[in-house]
């Protein structure tokens, strides 16, 4: 299990700052909301928490082992990516997708071992997508292309798994299908989960620490209930909104008037 953390780090595109001097912490086993307005910088912070980006000044760190130091195959056993757009050329089978996640462990032209495709069954199965595995990706709906696509990270055995919007595109089932799993890769797989999220009621209701931003700004954070409430949401979204503990669980839940 690993920590990642940004101390320091400063981002901009030309002259636009997107992030000054963001410090975050992602502890072994967490499952982190990161939340904020459009332009924020929530998925700049996560392509430079991921390696995708070099920022400016400061510096992001693995265990404390700058990353900027680690190949991109060292980085890959220990971080997933998943980002909120993902396109494939070709039709590729399902299985083959998953089997994408071993590459990191394998040498150059190494073939996948027994121990890889046992690896990849588990992980198929774990998502739910064993039954696909021959069909060709392109021919998924939605809902399954991202069970797939976490089937992939979950075969690529990483400590941490890195989401951009897992819910964009899904149904309320297929939504609730989605974060329940990644609840149970952090408790089953001890993975540390990061999910950068529009939809506030679905943070509160799966995420255990919840990270707002605003103009390149961590503000708060803290758990669901003493980040996501009335007066601070409406103050960084500038939205009439208000917030209510959920008759169900008893998670903030966001209201407004229509």
């Known amino acids: 299990?690993?920590?990642?953390?940004?101390?320091?780090?400063?981002?901009?595109?030309?002259?636009?700052?997107?992030?000054?001097?963001?410090?975050?912490?992602?502890?072994?086993?967490?499952?982190l909301g990161l939340i904020g307005p459009n332009g924020s910088g929530k998925t700049t912070l996560l392509q430079i928490l991921s390696g995708l980006l070099v920022p400016e000044s400061g510096e992001v760190t693995l265990d404390n082992i700058p990353i900027k130091t680690l190949s991109a195959r060292e980085l890959a056993r220990e971080l997933a990516v998943i980002s909120s757009e993902q396109y494939f050329e070709f039709p590729f089978p399902v299985e083959e997708i998953v089997s994408m996640g071993r590459f990191p462990h394998l040498g150059r032209f190494q073939k996948l071992g027994s121990s890889d495709r046992k690896i990849v069954n588990e992980a198929l199965e774990l998502t739910e997508v064993l039954h696909l595995r021959d069909r060709p990706i392109s021919h998924l709906s939605s809902g399954e292309r991202q069970r797939v696509l976490i089937a992939r990270a979950i075969a690529q055995k990483p400590s941490i798994l890195i989401l951009d919007e897992p819910n964009a595109h899904l149904d309320i089932n297929h939504q609730i299908s989605i974060?329940?799993?990644?609840?149970?890769?952090?408790?089953?797989?001890?993975?540390?989960?990061?999910?950068?999220?529009?939809?506030?009621?679905?943070?509160?209701?799966?995420?255990?620490?919840?990270?707002?931003l605003s103009e390149g700004r961590l503000i708060k954070i803290g758990t669901p209930k003493e980040v996501i409430t009335t007066e601070t949401i409406r103050k960084v979204y500038k939205a009439d909104v208000e917030v209510h503990a959920s008759p169900l669980s008893g998670f903030p839940q966001i209201t407004y008037s229509a």
Do not use: N, P, W
């Not at 940004?6 to 967490?30: C, H, N, P, W």
């Not at 609840?183 to 529009?198: E, G, I």
């Open 1 to 31: 299990m690993s920590t990642l953390s940004a101390q320091g780090v400063v981002f901009r595109y030309s002259t636009d700052f997107v992030l000054k001097k963001m410090d975050l912490s992602i502890q072994e086993k967490s499952f």
């Open 179 to 212: 974060f329940r799993l990644l609840k149970q890769l952090r408790t089953q797989q001890s993975m540390s989960v990061v999910v950068v999220l529009h939809d506030l009621t679905a943070t509160a209701a799966f995420c255990r620490t919840v990270a707002l």
